[in-house]
T-cell receptor, first 116, second 109 residues
């Protein structure tokens, strides 16, 4: 089946630093990638939808200047958490939609971010 | 508005059967998904229904009634490893997934 990778899987950083998370579709082309955040014991929260070659669409309440998304190719999207603070500590998960199958989304393994 | 409802938590016994219900309201409909998520891990795909009826896949089955906006996930011969959260998600007319809050399933010996 299709595989989506995320890197890094886990990151610990100091408050005020920026962290970049990569999401790659390994064996298919993804015109659309989704970024989710999940706090402990809560469900997935969609942060933004990223379309290749265009600006991301952010959900209400998500600061676009804080969570920078770049989707430069059909296989790579990045999420940069700028000036991270402890409240940004969370589990960040990306998913990628197969260009040839709009109803199919494949999830990456997630990135656990801890901001000290 | 768009909404997904599913129970917060359920408890069942190893070897038994459990049914997790989900009701949905979306703008348009392109299918109903069930995902399993173990603590600390990303969701993994279990099933996809777009037509009415029951889809069986091993110990897991999923049912959809589009007219009622209702789905359920049926787990048979429960095993301890089935302890996880089960997420119901409906896909709207824009092919966006609308997520439920998840049902935490606790399996007891």
């Amino acid at each position: 089946g299709a595989v989506v990778s995320q890197h890094p899987s886990r990151v610990i950083c100091k408050s005020g630093t920026s962290v970049k998370i990569e999401c790659r579709s390994l064996d298919f082309q993804a015109t659309t990638m989704f970024w989710y955040r999940q706090f402990p014991k809560q469900s997935l929260m969609l942060m933004a939808t990223s379309n290749e070659g265009s600006k991301a669409t952010y959900e209400q309440g998500v600061e676009k200047d804080k969570f920078l998304i770049n989707h430069a190719s059909l296989t790579l999207s990045t999420l940069t958490v700028t000036s991270a603070h402890p409240e940004d500590s969370s589990f960040y998960i990306c998913s990628a939609r197969d260009r040839d199958s709009l109803e199919t989304q494949y999830f990456g393994p997630g990135t656990r971010l801890l901001v000290l | 508005g768009q909404n997904i409802d599913q129970p917060t938590e359920m408890t069942a016994t190893e070897g038994a059967i459990v049914q997790i219900n989900c009701t949905y309201q979306t703008s348009g409909f392109n299918g109903l998904f069930w995902y399993q998520q173990h603590a600390g891990e990303a969701p993994t795909f279990l099933s996809y229904n777009v037509l009415d009826g029951l889809e069986e896949k091993g110990r897991f089955s999923s049912f959809l009634s589009r007219s009622k906006g209702y789905s359920y996930l049926l787990l048979k011969e429960l095993q301890m490893k089935d302890s996880a959260s089960y997420l119901c998600a409906a896909m709207d007319s824009n092919y966006q997934l609308i997520w439920g809050a998840g049902t935490k399933l606790i399996i007891k010996p």
